[in-house]
């Protein structure tokens, strides 16, 4: 816990020491206030996890972002098949003529078997896609989650109830099985079943369909807080000043809901991640050739047995992804809300 | 009331809140009466107590005032204007002059906004700009209410419960209101704090004259701080009168047996008689025909079952002390030995 806040109003010692100390301390005693959010930033700091965590997280999404710029740097892309320019680098199956999946100075990563892709460039664009749609969704999810949720704890009677029973049928639903059966239908309504399906709908389609079913768990959080918060006396008081419901849900509640909201948000990311990728590993999210985290496992997946290093490269690094964001968004909530001890 | 313009005027005033129940179609199945015809008027300045046990009413009496709740029954009069169904919109211009004070002081702050913020508020809903800006005036009520005007931008978790009411006090004041809803405000305070609040609170109505509506449990600190003040049992008015008249001359047997209960500081003295109510207090839910107090009261006849006392000026009483009983006390009535006397000290 945080040391205790030295007593506001100590009129009682009087001696000389006191006097010095809260003529000198008066000025940054006002500025040095510590807001809940920035104890929680101090504990955060604290947490070695946390920090660790964090950098690997951010170092993810640097080289995902920054990914057109390090190809082109590097000098090569995703979608060139450069066995084909140089038949040298695969032997006679079709596999990595050099070592180690064909790592070399020029090929960091290796190359891919049978196409002979570059494995680095196509690994970077791949955590590009598969992030920006888990961000995307995330982001999405929460969104909407947030506003259904406080709409239905603030609200409460009718539309609460049938709010809660929605929530109930899709939590009740097996989601993973639906996804696989329910994207084919998602591309037939925007696409005739001859033509070819265009990869931002695909990317459209996973995220709605990601969200459609992921709202459901925060709205349900979100909903208890607001129950619980709507009877609390701050509550009261705004009414008695006249404050609008707009005014209360966005100045009272909401400030008070960002702890669930942030734990929420950064616990679902990575879910949403391999979720997406599993979805691309089934075959009805992104597919060949557009780079992907799920499209590489796939790929990696028929021929580890030939050639493991292909496949150790997306899975390592998604590990190392989803593990550190999951660390990470444990050590945010130890951070926001201290009193839940694991 | 002498006074013919109150600046609160309620009467008959209901709150029944329903019970929901049955399957598969909930239906209403009864109602807690809450409040049940409260009648009482509120003079500009004036500090009315409203003291009882918990759960006879006092706190939905208080939320009704501040419409907080929608009454069921009866009116609410402002300074003769009828507020006891007005929208949020139609109420917005009397919001200001009706504010209210909180009983739990860790509840009643917003955790996430400084006291700044908290205090300021109020303006910031009704518009108001006072001159100076917001944050001098923020400054000037902290002072008020005899708080580190420096302290505005710190949050309420770094205050003890004695200062986070003082914070409570200011916001009720930042709108400069002409009646203060006091629910309870000191029962989560501990006794030394009370008194500083009490103190500040009696400042505040004496030197900016705001009516109260003072509701309490401690019957020493509504003597201490009203002027008026109302018994409630079981959703009603028991007896209403004058300070002294109430404290030196209560008329109706549930007042008399709860003065009697209020402990004594000397130990000199005689003993006083003491009036034990037995039983609990019935349920609001199904409360007792005729006179609500008649299952607790050593007075109760037939009389007391069918018909239901009215809250009137009974013989001998000044004027202004009502009271709501068929027999009630005088000096010389001494209690039926049958429930009430203390056996201690009838030996």
């Known amino acids: 816990m945080t040391s205790p806040t030295p007593s506001a109003a100590t009129p009682l010692e009087v001696t000389d020491e006191t006097v010095a100390k809260s003529t000198t301390s008066t000025g940054p005693k006002g500025s040095e ?256 050739p557009t780079p992907d985290w799920g499209v590489m496992i796939a790929r990696g997946s028929t021929f580890y047995s030939q050639d493991l290093t292909f496949m150790l490269f997306p899975g390592v690094s998604m590990v190392l992804f989803v593990v550190a964001f999951n660390l990470l968004g444990d050590s945010v909530r130890d951070a926001l809300d201290p009193k839940s001890k694991r | ?64 005032i501040t419409r907080l709740m929608e009454p069921t029954a009866g009116t609410i009069k402002y300074q003769g204007q009828d507020i006891t169904h007005a929208g949020r919109k139609q109420l917005a211009p009397i919001r200001s002059e009706i504010q209210m004070i909180f009983q739990d002081p860790y509840a009643s702050l917003n955790p996430r906004q400084t006291v700044g913020k908290i205090i300021a508020g109020p303006m910031e809903i009704n518009d108001i700009n006072p001159a100076g800006g917001r944050e001098k005036r923020v400054r000037e009520l902290l002072e008020i209410v005899g708080l580190n005007p420096e302290h505005f931008n710190r949050f309420p978790h770094e205050f003890s419960g004695g200062q986070r009411q003082r914070i409570g006090v200011a916001r009720a004041l930042a709108l400069e209101p002409k009646l203060i809803v006091a629910d309870e405000p000191v029962s989560a305070l501990d006794v030394s704090i009370q008194a500083q609040v009490v103190n500040l609170l009696q400042k505040v109505q004496q030197e900016l004259g705001i009516a109260f509506v003072f509701i309490a449990h401690d019957l020493a600190i509504v003597r201490h701080f009203s002027q008026r003040v109302a018994v409630m049992y079981l959703g009603k008015i028991m007896e209403i009168a004058d300070r002294e008249d109430l404290y030196d001359n209560p008329r109706h047997p549930y007042t008399r047996a709860l003065l009697s209960a209020v402990p004594e500081a000397t130990v000199d003295e005689e003993p006083r008689e003491r009036i034990r109510l037995v039983g609990d207090v019935p349920s609001p839910i199904n409360p007792p025909s005729g006179c609500r107090f008649r299952t607790r009261c050593w007075k109760a006849t037939e009389k007391c079952a069918s018909e239901a006392p009215p809250l009137v000026q009974v013989e001998g009483n000044k004027p202004g002390h009502l009271t709501a009983c068929h027999y009630p006390e005088t000096p010389e009535t001494i209690p039926a030995p049958r429930l009430s006397k203390d056996p201690e000290a009838a030996a």
Not at chain 1, 105 to 123: A, C, K, Y
Not at chain 1, 244 to 271: A, C, D, H, Y
């Open chain 2, 1 to 64: 009331m002498s006074n013919t313009n109150p600046l609160l005027d309620v009467s008959g005033l209901t709150k029944h809140f329903p019970i929901k129940g049955g399957f598969p179609i909930r239906r209403t199945v009864g109602a807690v009466q809450a409040v049940d015809g409260l009648d009482f008027q509120v003079s500009a300045g004036e500090s009315l107590g409203l003291v009882g046990e918990s759960g006879c009413g006092k706190s939905t009496t208080g939320r009704l």
């Open chain 1, 33 to 288: 206030s510590r807001s809940p959010g920035r104890l929680a930033w101090k504990r955060f700091k604290r947490d070695k996890t946390g920090v660790i965590s964090a950098y690997v997280v951010i170092f993810f999404f640097v080289i995902a972002i920054a990914a057109p710029l390090i190809a082109k740097l590097y000098g090569k892309n995703p979608y060139t098949t450069y066995a084909s320019q140089d038949p040298s680098l695969l032997d006679a199956f079709s596999y990595p003529a050099g070592p180690n999946g064909g790592m070399s100075s020029q090929f960091w990563f290796g190359i891919e078997p049978q196409l002979g892709r570059d494995v680095f460039t196509f690994l970077l664009y791949g955590i590009r896609t598969s992030l920006g749609i888990a961000l995307a969704a995330t982001i999405l999810t929460v969104v909407v989650g947030v506003v259904v949720g406080i709409t239905a704890g603030y609200l409460g009677g009718k539309t609460d109830y049938i709010v809660s029973r929605v929530i109930d049928i899709l939590l009740s639903f097996p989601s993973t099985l639906f996804f696989i059966a329910f994207m084919p239908v998602v591309y037939g309504i925007f696409v005739a079943p001859d033509d070819n399906i265009p990869t931002w709908l695909r990317a459209l389609a996973l995220i709605t369909v990601l969200t459609a079913f992921g709202w459901a768990t925060i709205a349900r959080l979100l909903r208890g807080q607001v129950l619980g918060l709507r009877e609390r006396e701050f509550v009261e008081a705004a009414k008695v000043t006249g404050a609008s419901p707009m005014r209360i849900v966005f100045k009272e509640l909401l400030p008070n809901l960002w702890t669930p909201i942030i734990i929420q948000g950064t616990l679902l990311l990575p879910t949403l991640v391999t979720a997406e990728a599993g979805l691309s590993f089934l075959g009805v999210g992104i597919i060949d």
